[in-house]
């Protein structure tokens, strides 16, 4: 017995030009099935496929009638069939049949569980390379989908941000490249997923960054596509140290008998001086 989605092929064991034959159709790779050899490989089965096969040799010997049952899988999983690009939201959504659940919902990756939603559906906000792979649904009450492949490209379009953190008031410059070349072009620039600015040269400046410009930006040209998001950090600056009352005191206790000395010194010197001028003039 067999579900929709699956495969099934059928195998003559003699090496001569044989026939597979379905009940009430022509041979294998007139109106069904891929004829390879000996084989006959039926792909993406439905209901409708069920019914009775054997295989046929040119001499009249034949294999016994085997009866293939397909049953309708409940559960499907509704993905992007072309490639999506880095950078772009992906929703999966699983179905019953042709409605959508809106059931608890388990989605999975390459057979693991990722994430379980109460809509029956689950949304990628911005999918990258890593995020390719097999997925599948499953409700506790419908069962389970077949698995479907989405497939990630890379992206041509990337922002070039600082990858550290900047501080507040700093001059900071967002650069829309294709892949390792700016252009300038005409430029969407996206903050957390609202657009902020257009530019016809590519790059868009903030002149004094604020902790209110942090957070994911993109760009987006019309001709060339989307970039992947990136994180803008934006970080106070460091308050100037304060000095302490009694830190300030220790320092003059410390610095004291220093200046004491040299004020006893310098006074000193004045009065030897004033009394060597005063010798000299009498001495006139």
Known sequence: MLKNGEFVWLNWIDTKKVSLVRKGLPECAREWGKAGGS???????FHTDSGVYWCESDS???????????IERAVILKSPVLPVTEGEAVTLRCRNKTTPSNLTTDFYK???????????????????????????CH???LGESPE??????????????????????????????????????????????????T??????????????????????????GESPQSWLAVRTPSPAPIMSLPRLICHLV??????????????????REQGRNQNTHHSF
């Not at 492949?149 to 008031?169: K, N, Y």
């Not at 016809?200 to 942090?214: H, L, Y």
């Open 39 to 45: 084989t006959c490989t039926l792909t993406d089965v």
């Open 148 to 197: 479907s492949w989405l497939a990630v490209r890379a992206g041509a379009v990337i922002l070039e941000s600082p990858v550290l953190p900047v501080t507040e008031g700093e001059a900071v410059t967002l650069h829309c490249r294709y892949q390792t070349t700016p252009f300038n072009l005409t430029t969407d620039f996206y903050k957390d997923g609202s657009l902020i600015r």
């Open 254 to 271: 410390v610095a004291s008998p220093y200046l004491l000395t040299s004020i006893i010194l310098g006074v000193k010197y004045h009065r």
């Open 60 to 70: 009249g010997q034949h294999s016994d009638a085997v009866n293939i049952t397909v």
């Open 139 to 141: 409700n506790s009450d």
């Open 110 to 136: 390459d057979g693991s569980l990722i994430r379980t939603e109460s809509t029956g559906e689950m949304t990628i906000p911005a999918v990258s390379k890593s995020d390719e792979g097999l997925y599948k």
């Open 199 to 224: 530019e016809s040269t590519g790059e868009m400046t903030i002149p004094a960054v604020s902790k209110s410009d942090e957070g994911l930006y993109k760009c987006h040209n019309s001709d060339l």
